[in-house]
């Protein structure tokens, strides 16, 4: 039996230091991406009563915008928590927009609202806020913004709320 010699390849280490160059791009581009100071989309709410309300008018203040739904068992079960959310942190000013999704009945809504007297502004969406606000279809999404316009936080699903009162103080307070 012959034996053939092995080759054995080396690798230049100019690929393994391409490699990383590459990867640490990558990871710098993540960080800044995921990192970055999100502000708030220019976009404008309709209200149930016809008024217009955007977020250049809401700059200054410390709101919420809750995209929701009455066929959501979850944006319903957390709307009485929300409402009490906004009755303790109203007389500090903050403004809150429960912005109800396109695919919901305007009558459904209109109904939700004034049974269940929401306090805050309800508004419909026409798909166009929704969209501006990185395209939200999972209801409920909330976003808590800052005085400022800069999105601190934003929840996917019922929020938790010891979390939202302490974010809410905080940023209330500045």
Known sequence: MSQTPVSIRRTSPVRY????????????AGYFAFNAQQHAPDATFTLLSGQKVSTSELKGKV??????????????????????TYNRFKSQGLEF?????????????????????LPFKVALDDGSAAKQFGNVQLTPTTFVIDR???????????????????????????
């Not at 927009?97 to 007297?117: G, H, S």
């Open 97 to 117: 927009v429960a912005v109800a999704m396109n695919y919901d009945a305007p009558m459904y809504v209109a109904n939700y609202a004034e049974t269940r007297k």
């Open 148 to 174: 400022n316009g800069k999105i601190l936080k934003r929840y996917v699903g019922e929020p938790q709320f010891a979390e939202l009162d302490q974010l809410l103080e905080k940023a209330l307070s500045t």
């Open 63 to 84: 709101y919420l915008v809750n995209f929701w739904a009455t066929s959501c068992t979850t944006c319903m079960h957390e709307m009485p928590q929300m409402v009490q």
């Open 17 to 28: 230091i391409a490699a990383a160059i590459v990867a640490g791009a990558i990871a710098v």
